[in-house]
C-alpha cells in the first residue's frame, strides 16, 4: 500500500523556486513526523527539513535554512516545501519521508519514502 507520494520537481534557474508536495495516506496511526531529504548523484541521502507534532516544530539543515520553508496540512495530510532562491547545488532527487524518528537528520529512523521527485537547478 502506498503510503506517501510526491510531486512538484522539476526544473529551475538559479534563483527560482519550485515547491513539492508530499500526501500521506492514512490506513494506520499518522505519522509523528513527516520531512524531505535529497540526494545527489554519488553522494549520500541528506536531510533537508522536518516538520513533526502537529506543525508546531521545524528542523531544517543548515544549507538550506533562510531559503527553503516546510509545512503541513494536517487536514490534506500534506507536507510542502517551499523552496526559494534555488542554486545549483540544490539539485538532487527529493524524497519524502515520514515515521517516528529519535533523530530527525536519519534517514534511517524514518519507516516510510516516498518514490522521489528530481529537483534540477540550472546557472
Given amino acids: 500500500q502506498v503510503r506517501l507520494v510526491e510531486s512538484g520537481g522539476g526544473s529551475a534557474q538559479s534563483?527560482?523556486?519550485?515547491?513539492?508536495s508530499c500526501v500521506e495516506s492514512i490506513s494506520a496511526r499518522p505519522s509523528i513526523c513527516m520531512g524531505w531529504f535529497r540526494q545527489a548523484p554519488g553522494k549520500e541521502r541528506e536531510p533537508v527539513a522536518t516538520i513533526a507534532t502537529g506543525g508546531r516544530h521545524t528542523y531544517y539543515a543548515d544549507s538550506v535554512k533562510g531559503r527553503f520553508t516546510?509545512?503541513?496540512?494536517?487536514d490534506k495530510n500534506t507536507v510542502y516545501l517551499q523552496m526559494n532562491s534555488l542554486k545549483p547545488e540544490d539539485t538532487a532527487m527529493y524524497y519524502c519521508a515520514a515515521g517516528w524518528p529519535r533523530d530527525w537528520a536519519?534517514?534511517?529512523d524514518y519507516n516510510y519514502w516516498g518514490q522521489g521527485t528530481q529537483v534540477t537547478v540550472s546557472s
Fill in 70 to 74: 516546510i509545512s503541513k496540512d494536517t
Fill in 106 to 108: 536519519r534517514p534511517n
Fill in 15 to 20: 534563483g527560482g523556486s519550485l515547491t513539492l
